[in-house]
Nanobody, 124 residues
Framework: QVQLVESGGGLVQAGGSLRLSCAAS????????MGWFRQAPGKEREFVAH????????VYGDSVKGRFTISRDNAKNTVYLQMNSLKPDDTAVYYC?????????????????WGQGTQVTVSS
């Protein structure tokens, strides 16, 4: 099991940028596939991005492709989400998630560990 703590959320104008961080506890971070999800009020939790254990493979949701970049630093036990060209539709609580194997999933149920979330609000 890994404990996850997100940070970096906030209020930003449309067109702006934010970088989210997710710090993980434990010495086995590099054995976890990591993902970012988001959930807006009244909507289901949505897949944003995934990154493989080595960081060499990434997958993005269609709504963020070309604007968001996921990365990780295994030496720092941290995964990042760089968000550029933000839109009001990106407003949501963003969650970091982990699964202890090499597979990825776009479904929330595919991940075993979750952070508490960080709010991102994009004003028009």
């Amino acid at each position: 099991q890994v404990q996850l703590v997100e940070s970096g959320g906030g209020l930003v104008q449309a067109g702006g940028s934010l970088r989210l961080s997710c710090a993980a506890s434990g010495r086995t971070f590099s054995t976890y596939t990591m993902g970012w999800f988001r959930q807006a009020p009244g909507k289901e939790r949505e897949f944003v991005a995934h990154i493989s254990r080595s960081g060499g493979s990434t997958v993005y949701g269609d709504s963020v492709k070309g604007r968001f970049t996921i990365s990780r630093d295994n030496a720092k036990n941290t995964v990042y989400l760089q968000m550029n060209s933000l839109k009001p539709d990106d407003t949501a609580v963003y969650y970091c998630a982990a699964r202890p194997d090499a597979f990825y999933s776009t479904r929330p149920g595919g991940y075993s560990d979750w952070g508490q979330g960080t709010q991102v609000t994009v004003s028009s």
